[in-house]
């Protein structure tokens, strides 16, 4: 067979995007996640820039097809196909980049292992580039997601996700070379392969989570799961949910008559009725707040200024609303349509079913309390870099990640979603409650373990004591920095390869 038929490539790169599947949550199967990037690089290797690119591009579609095929739930394959297009770009040029790279200069002994890091440095790279561009990007799909429930986690907190991607991908470059260069491998690149895969597995087994944070004693959290039909085409009776709201809070008072709350936490669009425009809202709310004796945290749509916005609002009891934040970065063509008119002609039916659209909003998420900051997100905000590390930043001692997945039941999704909420408690040292409407609703601490967890589509609370933390992690103070790093080697790698053509 010949090195360059594509007969074989195509098909085989489909099989290494397809492994995306059983990689991500919910099938969860970690173990396998390295060979994402083995089997696309096996595929790509030894073929031209463009034909690298082609059959890399085929690979992104089966890679996001597979894992995030619950965008289609509701909308249909056309969002999803045109989502996973979009995302494929990068990954088919990283891809074609990755080949080129390779064809310069064919890597023997120890350039084996500078190119394996080349490689995963191209790999974390085209994943920064979806997740940011265009529209704010995707941010989603990256191979850190495969690890929350493995030791590899530990990675995060070092230097967050990205430093987590590069070492599955680093892992699946030294597997693909071994396969591809086989007995022409050396003692010394062997050793050295040895030496990169011992060091990937022994960093996250024995990093001493917490020595760079320090405890701050605890806050009785009561968060409250609504079990209510919040989903985005959902037809009910306004009110409804604010109501599922206010019943599943009564199991606070019912089941744990003693306790002295400390915060109550409701989830994302909580209150379907916003209190500042709803009198009925408002009533029942400060009604609340009065009796659990205790700030509260909820969400809710509001306007301001002829604009709407996502929102948490901090209620105080006997004072009413004495803070808010508004959604930071709402999900394009879902929470608002970028360039409206250009999508709209070419799929006027989808995009009309987002009206109007969310504002950004300008606040930070630190909300004030008399235990001290609390840290402020919604839903897919937990997959932005920034936020939660900025939240830490800030001085938030704990991370409130409020979401409504009823549109997504029991799908890939939510399972995705509460694993990067996992990854985010090991980076930023914090406890975090990921709190949602219909599940999954689970308080995670820093060490990844879980605290409390509630049964899906069923109204129910968690009323912890949950851990407060000072301090910053590696993660949090240089994950930005490691993006960056990482952009500059992969600028410097295709630079001397420049430069060996220019030679030649």
Request: glycine share 10%.
């Amino acid at each position: 067979m010949k090195l360059g038929s594509m007969a074989w490539r195509i098909p085989l790169g489909i099989l290494g995007g397809g492994l995306g599947l059983w990689a991500f949550p919910t099938e969860n199967f970690w173990i396998i996640a390295p060979l994402i990037p083995a089997v696309i690089l096996i595929a790509t290797l030894g073929l031209g820039f463009w034909k690298a690119t082609l059959v890399g591009f085929i690979a992104g579609q089966a890679f996001y097809i597979s894992h995030i095929e619950w965008i289609s739930l509701y909308l249909g394959p056309v969002p999803l196909i045109g989502l996973s297009t979009l995302c494929s770009i990068p990954f088919a040029l990283g891809s074609g980049l990755t080949a080129w790279l390779h064809a310069r200069k064919r890597p023997k002994g120890l350039g084996v292992i500078r190119f394996a890091f080349a490689a995963a440095g191209i790999w974390t790279l085209k994943e920064w580039v979806a997740n940011n561009f265009p529209y704010g990007g995707f941010p989603w799909s990256r191979l850190a997601m495969t690890q929350s429930d493995s030791f590899f986690a530990n990675w995060v907190y070092w230097g967050g996700l990205s430093l987590l991607s590069f070492v599955i991908a680093l892992l699946g470059s030294l597997i693909a070379l071994a396969i591809l260069n086989g007995k022409k491998l050396k003692s010394r690149g062997r050793l050295a392969m040895v030496g990169v895969v011992g060091l990937s597995v022994l960093v996250p087994l024995i990093t001493p989570i917490g020595i760079t944070t320090q405890a701050a004693g605890t806050l009785k959290v009561a968060a409250v799961q609504g079990n209510a039909n919040a989903g985005l085409f959902s037809n009910l009776e306004r009110g409804t949910i604010l109501q599922n709201h206010l019943d599943a809070t009564e199991l606070v008072f019912k089941n744990f008559p003693d306790e002295k709350i400390d915060l109550l936490v409701w989830p994302e669009n909580a209150s379907d009725l916003d209190p500042s425009r709803s009198e009925f809202a408002r009533d029942k709310i400060s009604e609340l707040a009065d009796r659990i004796d205790a700030p509260f945290v909820f969400g809710t749509i509001t306007q301001r200024g002829g604009e709407s916005f996502n929102s948490t609002i901090l209620w105080e009891p006997g004072i009413g609303p004495t803070d808010f934040y508004d959604k930071q970065v709402p999900v394009p063509f879902a929470e608002y349509v970028p360039d409206r008119e250009f999508w709209r002609a070419l799929a006027p039916d989808l995009v009309d079913l987002v009206p109007g659209g969310f504002s950004f909003g300008t606040r930070d998420g630190i909300f004030e309390i008399s235990q001290g900051f609390v840290g402020s997100l919604i839903c897919f905000e937990i997959a932005e870099d920034s936020i939660p590390r900025t939240l830490t930043a800030q001085g938030a001692r704990l991370i409130l990640s409020q979401t409504n997945n009823a549109d997504f039941g029991y799908s890939d999704e939510t399972f995705q979603q509460a694993a990067i909420a996992r990854l985010r408690a090991i980076e930023t040292g914090r406890t975090v409650v990921n709190i949602s409407t219909v599940g999954l609703s689970v308080i995670y601490l820093p060490d990844g373990k879980i605290l409390d967890e509630l049964t899906w589509y069923t109204p129910a609370v968690m009323v912890q004591d949950v851990p407060l933390y000072d301090g910053l992690t590696p993660a949090t103070t240089v994950g930005l920095w490691f993006d960056l790093l990482n952009a500059l080697l992969v600028a410097l790698s295709v630079g001397a390869g420049f430069a060996r053509v220019r030679k030649r």
